[in-house]
């Protein structure tokens, strides 16, 4: 291949849907699709989490830096590419279900005003942000907006209410102790503060062109996306039979626990489970116990008619992913998941 004929643009082409779209020449391919409103499915954008893979069905592509655990040496022999990190060398043909028939609300960046900050346990800040009048952002419940910090640093956290409760956005802050933002949003912060933000992103929103029945899996504060993809659920009358598993390490983690009780009595379809895997004595847990994504395995052995919305710390969403797909029959790419490289990254 001459140096003259990876120069671009490139023409990409999105099977079964046949969505295509161009990249510029040294241009990775979701950036491109980002760019140009093509729903490809993504989580981190640097490489780590594995979301964006899928198989490439022609063309030859060159991957910048990535981590081995979201593509192995492996499955780039065998075809697959992380869209991320792939710069195309020639047109390409990539492989992917879950790319979204309608286009990608624009991304945009605006200013931010702290407008409410809420304590809702030792180490969980509700931070609620307004948003320019006249500049609303659309997203689709589950996506996230990311701060760019002062140093061009940038922290991603997903909104924790649908589109219809805003036109803020509420966002779920764990304390991660020596991170430069948590720690200045559990010490420092201030109502009125200006933060830039820059958003929508992400993949993560409910498929509305299935009837299938769901299963909801979070950890921690992986319950912002799933909150309000329940927030959308519930203003779409949108009734699905759906069962949350929300887990904590002990209960004071699942700190909007009654927010979700009374979802699920206003919510006919709605079952919401909470695991807990470290209660002390002194908490009286009488609930269900052990890791969150094996008490989904106990109880729907079979998930082959399911599909699956995931979020919460990469061990439990990638445990998930792995055993449901292995042990459980359910289609890989019924499987939807917001997986953080790190806390200290997202949410």
Known sequence: MTAASAEGPFQITVQPSGRAFSANGGEAILPAAIRQGIGLPYGCKDGACGSCKCRKLEGSVVHGTHQAKALSAEEEA?????????????????????????????????????????????????????????????????????????????????MANAPHNGPGVELHIRHMPGGKFTDHVFSAMKEKEILRVEGPFGSFFLREDSDKPMILLASGTGFAPIKALIEHMQAKSITRRTVLYWGGRRPIDLYMHEWMVARAAEMPQLTYVPVISNALPEDNWTGRTGFVHKAVMEDFPDMSGHQVYACGAPIVVDSARAEYTAQCGLPPEEFFADSFTSEADKH
Not at 82 to 92: F, G, I, N, R, S
Not at 123 to 128: E, G, L, Q, S, Y
Request: proline share 6%; aromatic share 8%.
């Open 78 to 158: 065998a075809g697959y590419v992380l869209t991320c990190c792939a710069v195309p060398q020639t047109d390409v043909v990539l492989e992917s279900r879950q790319v979204t028939d309608e286009s990608a609300f624009p991304v945009k960046k605006m200013p931010s005003r702290v407008s409410s900050l809420e304590k809702v346990s030792p180490d969980v800040m509700v931070v609620r942000l307004q948003l320019p009048a006249n500049d609303t952002m659309r997203y689709h419940a589950g996506q996230y907006i990311e701060f760019i910090l002062r140093d061009g640093a940038r922290r991603s956290y997903s």
